[in-house]
Structures are given as structure tokens and as C-alpha cells.
RNA sequence: GGAAGGGUGUCCGAGCGGUUGAAGGAGUUAGUCUCGAAAACUAAUAUACGGGAAACCGUAUCGAGGGUUCAAAUCCCUCCCCUUCCGCCA
């Protein structure tokens, strides 16, 4: 959520903002709201002043044993509907400021590039140069399958497409990713944390995926319960209210969990393999940091997140998203893309993003200054670290034989107990 | 799911209709004392919003929301959460 007062003091630029993101947004009808809001608050508080004032003397009245005339009191009565007609008048006007409020993206950094769509992201950088075979390269969920380690069949049998079955050393090279990526950031100072995958509609809004994307997530409606689609939900909501202490942060988190999403509006894409499942594994990497550190922060979650990839010997490439490019909450985004063989193409495999005050702001979660005292909203970061299946996709279409057959990175073998994922006979 | 008891400031804890933003204690900070420390003493010590250049002023906040009343932390209703006991259960 932006804030109001700096939307007030800067309309101009805020709307410029949001036409980088391919948004028109007119801010009249808020900032018209946002002056009748003080308006009104002035009336209603000059109101229980008075209020106040004549009820102190009514007490005081009592208290020597008089009774208070009967003017005095239908006065008060008088200034009592005053003020119920006014507060209802301001929470009226304060409830459409944040309905429109919430739906208002966040602000792209100053570093972002200006762009309209995925055409306008920067490429930063490349680690490691693709890999090509001296063979033609197979698609993933084709070596799965003859590996007999994925089962696409047999999932869309028991719950329809866009879901996996893990077989065999399937199973075990899933668990040894899952596993690899929570010590690699374990090592790198990440606290590890496990939470539910179910949240309230509350959390959904703290991180910003309600009220806007409803359809995208999958809800329990008898318990109003949603599925997470990123472990980014529970995990930043774990301070939602909270005032924490400078001295406490950075505050880092490794969470390995399932994540589910809807993929409405993406029916052609993707509709083969590990790529876009309604459910899938993946380890995220959550900070909440002072503001002014938050920048550098980003940097460092890209590399950590960068850091796993290097050491089961993936090439990827990391992508600067432009502002057209970038999701609702966030106002810079990095995409970490990692090299498909079979696809001959970079993916996202992790995306890491700076929200600045946006989601704190939703959630109220606060830094304390211990020098001045001063309180204000800190800044909350993510990245995956990184996406798990993609990752099995990867090391399928990146390490694949000739004969079939699928080498583990040597980083994982310690995981899986085996080297090699040959062909059943 | 059934029964009972609770939710007050950084923490403990009083208050159960009026002068209570909230006693008392602890903690923290500053000062006095001391060669220094401890102890003792003194003072300060919430947040949000609105107005103001500022000092400051005003309003709100005792789990959340609604109601009763001239007046609510205090009475009533609804909801949420926590604890204990019983039931059920991986």
C-alpha cells in the first residue's frame, strides 16, 4: 500500500509511476477524498471536544450533588448525533480510500528501467556459459518419463493437469534439492522455519495477493482459508502488527514449502512438465530489513539465491525486470533465469524483489530506532531460493546423456546417495 | 465438538461507571550521592491521526467490533485469541 500523504504531496509523480507499469490511474477522486477525510476528522474531533468539555461538567455537577439542567443534557445529546453523523461520513470516505488504496501497485525504484512488457528487462548478468549437447537435447518430462522417475499420467488421473507424480529416484532427488538449497542458506545465515500452508484472508492482503488476484489462489471457502502460493505469505505475515528493534535486523528466513496456484489465464503456457504446476516445491528466502539497508539487501538475496545454482553448476542469467514487467507489490525485481538445455532457452527459476514499506505498510510491521526512538515502516524482501521442480528440470534437461541416463551435480549427491539416474532395463 | 477461566502500557499487575493515558512495582534513560560500582533518592519513559515552522494543542486507543449512558478499561451483545479439563484424532 502507498502511502497516502506522499501520493497527496506528489500526484504527479506517482502517476507517472503507474503509467511505467502499464497502469492509468487517476488520483483526483483519492486526493478529494484524502482533504473531505480531514475535513472531517476536524469537525468530529472539534465535536468531542465540546462533547467532552460539557460531560466533564455534568460530572462535575453530580459530584457536588446537583443535577445538571436538562438543556445541558439535550445539548449533549445534540453534540452526540453531531458526531455519530460525522463518524459515519469518515469511515465512509476512509473505507473507499482503501479499497482504492489496496489495489494501487507499488512504486518501481528509481532504478528500474522505464519498459512496457518482458522486452524491456535488462539482463545483468550471465553465470556460466549454456550447455549444448553433441546430441539433439530432450525436454525434461521426456527424460522423466522414460526414467520412469515423472508420472504425468498418473496425475492428471488423480487430479488433473498441471500436476506431478514423483517416482522412484524421482522422489529422492526432489527431497535432495529441497534439502541442498535449506543448508546452502542455513550456511549463509538464514534462520530456517516451517509454517502452515493455509492462511487467513488477512495475511493474503498483508502481502499484497488480495483483494487483486483472487482468481489466482486457491481458497477453503467453508474455513476462509486460502493456500499459500509462496511460502513469501506466512513467512512475512509471522510480523505482521510487530515493532521490532533496529538491532534485530536484518531478520532472514529459509522456508521450504509446497505452493499452490490457480495459473488462471495462462491455459496455453507451459501445459507439458515441471514448468507451471498448480502445486510445487519451493525454498524461499525471506529478510525484513531497516530501510536504508534494504538496496544492498537485494543485492545480496540475488546472490544467495544466484549462490545454489553456481554450486550444482546450472548456468543461468540474471534479469533486472523493467516497470511493466514487475509484480503488483514489489519496486524492484531481479529474475534469476536458469538455463534449459532441452528448451534451449533461460526460465525463471527465481524471482527476488525489494517491496520496500508496500507490504510493511499493509501489515504494519515496524523498525524502532534505538537512537531517536523513531518508529517507522521497514522494508520486507523476497526471492525464491530457488524454485525446486525447476530445478529438477534443469538438472534433467542441463545433465542428460546420450543414453538416457542423468548425472547428479556433485553437490547433490551427498542428498541423494546416487550419482547417476540410468534407464530402467 | 463440550465445560470453565482469561485478554489492561516494554513486562508484572491494580482498577469494575465520572477528575484514569490509566495506581503500584519492575525495567530502561538521565541526574544526585560515590574514587568508581552497588544501594538509595529525584525525574523522564506509549502509539496513531489531525492542526502548527516550532514549542505545543486537540482527538483516539485498556483483544476487535457494536450497544446502553450526559459519561465506559469498567455494564450488555457479537466475534477473535489464549489457558485448563473432557471428547476426537495423524
Redesign the pocket.
Known amino acids: 500500500m502507498l502511502d497516502?500523504?506522499f501520493i497527496r504531496e506528489n500526484p504527479k509523480a506517482v502517476e507517472a509511476a503507474m503509467k511505467n507499469r502499464n497502469q492509468n490511474i487517476n488520483f483526483e477522486r483519492l486526493i478529494a477524498w484524502?482533504?473531505e477525510?480531514?475535513t472531517v476528522?476536524?469537525e468530529?474531533?472539534?465535536l468531542?471536544?465540546k462533547?467532552?468539555?460539557?460531560?466533564?461538567?455534568?460530572?462535575?455537577?453530580?459530584?457536588e450533588k446537583q443535577e445538571?439542567s436538562p438543556e445541558?443534557?439535550a445539548e449533549?445529546?445534540e453534540?452526540?448525533d453531531s458526531i455519530?453523523e460525522h463518524?459515519k461520513e469518515l469511515?465512509m470516505v476512509e473505507s473507499q480510500m482503501e479499497d482504492f488504496l489496496l489495489l494501487i501497485p507499488n512504486i518501481p525504484d528509481e532504478s528500474v528501467p522505464v519498459g512496457k512488457d518482458e522486452s524491456g528487462n535488462k539482463i545483468v548478468r550471465f553465470v556460466g556459459d549454456p550447455i549444448r549437447h553433441s546430441f539433439k537435447s530432450k525436454h525434461h518430462w521426456e527424460i522423466g518419463e522414460k526414467l520412469e522417475i515423472l508420472d504425468f499420467t498418473v496425475a492428471s488421473k488423480i487430479s488433473g493437469s498441471r500436476f506431478t507424480v514423483l517416482k522412484n529416484e524421482g522422489c529422492a532427488l526432489e527431497r535432495a534439492i529441497i534439502n541442498f538449497f535449506i543448508d546452502a542458506h542455513k550456511e549463509k545465515g538464514y534462520a530456517e522455519i516451517m509454517t502452515p500452508y493455509l492462511v487467513?484472508r488477512i495475511s493474503m492482503r498483508g502481502t499484497g495477493q488480495l483483494p487483486k488476484f483472487e482468481e489466482e489462489a486457491f481458497k477453503c471457502s467453508e474455513d476462509d482459508l486460502y493456500l499459500i502460493p509462496t511460502a513469501e505469505v506466512p513467512v512475512t505475515n509471522i510480523y505482521r502488527g510487530d515493532?521490532l528493534d533496529e538491532s534485530e535486523l536484518p531478520k532472514k528466513y529459509v522456508s521450504y514449502s509446497a505452493c499452490f496456484r490457480r495459473e488462471a489465464g495462462s491455459y496455453g503456457k507451459d501445459t507439458k512438465g515441471l514448468i507451471r504446476n498448480h502445486q510445487f516445491n519451493k525454498v524461499e528466502l525471506v529478510k525484513f530489513t531497516a530501510p536504508e539497508n534494504s538496496m544492498d539487501e537485494l543485492e545480496s538475496l540475488v546472490s544467495d539465491a544466484g549462490n545454489v545454482l553456481e554450486k550444482l553448476g546450472l548456468p543461468y542469467r540474471v534479469s533486472l525486470l523493467c516497470s511493466g514487467d514487475m509484480g503488483f507489490s514489489s519496486a524492484k525485481t531481479y529474475d534469476l533465469e536458469v538455463w534449459l538445455a532441452g528448451d534451449n532457452a533461460y526460465r525463471e527459476i527465481s524471482s527476488c524483489s525489494n517491496f520496500k514499506d508496500f507490504q510493511s505498510r499493509r501489515m504494519d510491521i515496524?523498525i524502532?530506532y534505538s537512537q531517536n526512538?523513531?518508529?517507522?515502516f521497514l522494508h520486507t524482501l523476497n526471492g525464491s531460493g530457488v524454485a525446486v521442480g525447476r530445478t529438477f528440470a534443469a538438472i534433467l534437461e542441463n545433465f542428460q546423456q546420450e543414453d538416457g541416463s542423468v548425472v547428479i551435480p556433485e553437490a547433490l549427491r551427498k542428498y541423494t546417495g546416487f550419482d547417476v539416474i540410468r534407464p530402467k532395463l
Open positions: 497516502i500523504k484524502d482533504s477525510r480531514r476528522i476536524g468530529v474531533e472539534s468531542r471536544l462533547r467532552n468539555q460539557k460531560t466533564e461538567e455534568v460530572g462535575k455537577l453530580k459530584r445538571p445541558l443534557l449533549i445529546n453534540i452526540r455519530q463518524e469511515l487467513n515493532v515496524k524502532k526512538k523513531k518508529r517507522e
